[in-house]
T-cell receptor
Framework: DTEVTQTPKHLVMGMTNKKSLKCEQH?????MYWYKQKAKKPPELMFV???????INESVPSRFSPECPNSSLLNLHLHALQPEDSALYLC???????????FGSGTRLTVV | GQQLNQSPQSMFIQEGEDVSMNCTSS?????WLWYKQDPGEGPVLLIA?????ELTSNGRLTAQFGITRKDSFLNISASIPSDVGIYFC?????????????FGTGTRLKVLA
């Protein structure tokens, strides 16, 4: 298995909702990442997990809460989002960090 | 913070033409990656470069790690319609033993059949 799987593919949520994005990989990678990408812009790093521990938080608002339950799974919990948070959320993984990332197909999030 | 600027921002080319794009920064990077992203999909890794001056090929794609370590170049030979997409460079930053890549501004490629 050489893929990063993200679910759901699309998500529409209200500003008072709580939802979660899921990411899974079975390549034995020990580093996992969340990126946010707005239309026609490059991906922007949000969080880095290394060996299941949060190692980088790029000053992301607390309405985004990451979780790494085990070495194969990465979640992003969403609560009280704003319309400007609408974007493509990408998960990626790499063997240990310096190597190239494998990205998932992303979750297209729309906040209404 | 570090920024990676890609040029051109976008380009239209005829099928069969060769394409060149570059990525420049004021900072030094130790690893460069090149990705391609199709609409609605995640980026796909094309080429990884780990050493200054390195020239690496992947089929019709050739990338080079600039000798100053502040730039990288990607060439596509004999373009075909499926080369359409956005090409991103990415440079590696190491902070307190943690690795992260930052992405360039992207080059949007359109191929005219």
């Amino acid at each position: 298995d050489t893929e990063v799987t993200q679910t759901p593919k699309h998500l529409v949520m209200g500003m008072t909702n709580k939802k979660s994005l899921k990411c899974e990989q079975h390549m034995g990678h020990r580093a996992m990442y969340w990126y946010k990408q707005k239309a026609k812009k490059p991906p922007e790093l949000m969080f880095v997990y290394s060996y299941e521990k949060l190692s980088i938080n790029e000053s992301v608002p607390s309405r985004f809460s990451p979780e790494c339950p085990n070495s194969s799974l990465l979640n992003l919990h969403l609560h009280a989002l704003q319309p400007e948070d609408s974007a493509l959320y990408l998960c990626a993984s790499s063997p240990q960090g310096a190597e190239g990332y494998t990205f998932g197909s992303g979750t297209r999030l729309t906040v209404v | 913070g570090q920024q990676l600027n890609q040029s051109p921002q976008s380009m239209f080319i005829q099928e069969g033409e060769d394409v060149s794009m570059n990525c420049t920064s004021s900072s030094i990077f130790n690893t460069w990656l090149w990705y391609k992203q199709d609409p609605g999909e995640g980026p796909v890794l094309l080429i990884a470069l780990y050493k200054a001056g390195e020239l690496t090929s992947n089929g019709r794609l050739t990338a080079q790690f600039g000798i100053t370590r502040k730039d990288s170049f990607l060439n596509i030979s004999a373009s075909i319609p499926s080369d359409v997409g956005i090409y991103f460079c990415a440079g590696l930053i190491v902070t307190s033993g943690t690795y992260k890549y930052i992405f360039g501004t992207g080059t949007r490629l359109k191929v005219l059949a």
